[in-house]
């Protein structure tokens, strides 16, 4: 059974930095894309970005591109989500997802999701 913990949020002054850790377990995640989502009550999961973890190839959305940064760690089965110059707006719920083969951006593509780290940027 697939199972992703995330970790790593907090609380953080804007222009500041965090690293998410999402840890992956119950499968052999070669042959997968994993993806970083955001909430905020009363807003859609936003796409944050992804990454094949094969290939290590990366894709982000704008808001977060040039800021965030993503990357996995094979030995550990761990895929982490670098934030730097953090933003007010960056307040959420960050979730880390597993899907089969290419990247997905929209969050009913991906079959597997962590319960979520909060994330609060204070301006």
């Known amino acids: 059974q697939v199972q992703l913990v995330e970790s790593g949020g907090g609380l953080v002054q804007a222009g500041g930095s965090l690293r998410l850790s999402c840890a992956a377990s119950?499968?052999?995640?070669?042959?997968?894309?994993m993806g970083w989502f955001r909430q905020t009550p009363g807003k859609e999961r936003e796409f944050v970005g992804t990454?094949?973890?094969?290939?290590?190839?990366?894709y982000y959305a704008d808001s977060v591109k040039g800021r965030f940064t993503i990357s996995r760690d094979n030995a550990k089965n761990t895929v982490y989500l670098q934030m730097n110059s953090l933003k007010p707006e960056d307040t959420a719920m960050y979730y880390c997802?597993?899907?089969?083969?290419?990247?997905?951006?929209?969050?009913?593509?991906?079959?597997?999701w962590g319960q979520g780290t909060q994330v609060t940027v204070s301006s």
């Open positions: 119950g499968r052999t995640f070669s042959s997968y894309a």
């Open positions: 997802a597993a899907k089969r083969a290419a990247w997905g951006l929209t969050s009913l593509s991906y079959d597997y």
């Open positions: 990454i094949n973890w094969s290939r290590g190839n990366t």
